[in-house]
């Protein structure tokens, strides 16, 4: 009669901790990742850094400009992750950006910026592709926009390359929904540019940006719109 050959009890020993061990290689990088990982890529405030007097007047025409630097253009936003075990941040950000500001007499007559939001990019490849499809809808809606809708004084900005405030008021445009905001942006006149930015808060529940049921994550209703804008007169 034949007898099963039995695997010595060391070596089963050490298949167990093998088998673990290569379990644990595999998960431990998504747990990082899940409470400890990127955060994105995020449009910042202004740097003063290399700001300088204005040399021109703050009333003109100013457009959009993709010069590259501290202060550079760039729009995106600010995701809120309800995690089990935290409160994660994620943000994301282009410099697809383009628009037009008309300031006559020291106020802003007239103004509308424009973000290509197809091409938000955090620092996660996969995250980017289910934000954009599943999320913002880009396919659909690739354009998000921020008209001025009331005058703001911008004659009181500093001429020294200081940071000074102006309240803008306007229709902000996500996903094809339209609503009015208001908010206090930061402002530096600097050269013959002028830049702006500042976070906008939003509900995303505001503009119809739903999120689809994850395991383990939440996006919270509440998140910011990030904004810089760097303009330079043209006329």
Same mark, same amino acid.
């Given at each position: 009669?034949?007898?099963?050959?039995?695997?010595? =009890?060391?070596?089963?020993?050490?298949?167990?901790?093998?088998?673990?061990?290569? +379990?644990?290689?595999?998960?431990?990088?998504?747990?990082?990742?899940?409470?400890?990982?990127?955060?994105?890529?995020?449009?910042?405030?202004?740097?003063?850094?290399?700001?300088?007097?204005?040399? @021109?007047?703050?009333?003109? @025409?100013?457009?959009? $400009?993709? =010069?590259?630097?501290?202060?550079?253009?760039? +729009?995106?936003?600010?995701?809120?992750?309800?995690?089990?075990?935290?409160?994660?941040?994620?943000?994301? $950000?282009?410099?697809?950006?383009?628009?037009?500001?008309?300031?006559?007499?020291?106020?802003?007559?007239?103004?509308?910026?424009?973000?290509?939001?197809? @091409?938000?990019?955090?620092?996660?490849?996969?995250?980017?592709?289910?934000?954009?499809? $599943?999320?913002?809808?880009?396919?659909?809606?690739? =354009?998000? @926009?921020?008209?001025?809708?009331?005058?703001?004084?911008?004659?009181?900005?500093?001429?020294?390359?200081?940071? %000074?405030?102006?309240?803008?008021?306007?229709?902000?445009?996500?996903?094809?929904?339209?609503?009015?905001?208001?908010?206090?942006?930061?402002?530096?006149?600097?050269?013959?540019?002028?830049?702006?930015?500042?976070?906008?808060?939003?509900?995303?529940?505001?503009? %119809?940006?739903?999120?689809?049921?994850?395991?383990? +994550?939440?996006? +919270?209703?509440? %998140?910011?719109?990030?904004? =810089?804008?760097?303009?330079?007169?043209?006329?």
């Amino acid at each position: 009669m034949n007898r099963q050959r039995q695997i010595p =009890k060391p070596l089963l020993i050490f298949a167990f901790i093998f088998i673990v061990a290569l +379990a644990a290689l595999a998960i431990v990088p998504v747990i990082y990742a899940l409470l400890f990982g990127d955060h994105g890529v995020k449009t910042e405030g202004i740097s003063t850094d290399n700001a300088r007097a204005a040399t @021109t007047d703050v009333d003109g @025409t100013w457009v959009v $400009s993709d =010069k590259l630097g501290p202060n550079q253009t760039s +729009a995106g936003f600010t995701f809120f992750e309800i995690l089990p075990a935290e409160k994660k941040v994620t943000s994301g $950000s282009t410099r697809a950006v383009d628009g037009e500001v008309v300031v006559e007499a020291g106020t802003v007559a007239a103004g509308e910026i424009t973000v290509d939001m197809a @091409t938000v990019t955090t620092d996660n490849d996969r995250r980017d592709v289910n934000v954009r499809r $599943s999320i913002l809808n880009t396919d659909e809606y690739p =354009k998000a @926009t921020f008209s001025l809708t009331e005058p703001a004084d911008v004659s009181q900005l500093p001429e020294d390359g200081s940071v %000074g405030t102006v309240e803008l008021t306007g229709d902000l445009t996500i996903r094809g929904e339209t609503n009015s905001v208001t908010h206090e942006f930061e402002a530096v006149r600097s050269g013959d540019h002028l830049v702006v930015a500042g976070d906008i808060p939003i509900s995303r529940s505001d503009f %119809g940006v739903e999120t689809p049921e994850l395991v383990a +994550a939440k996006i +919270a209703d509440e %998140g910011e719109i990030n904004i =810089k804008l760097n303009l330079e007169k043209v006329r």
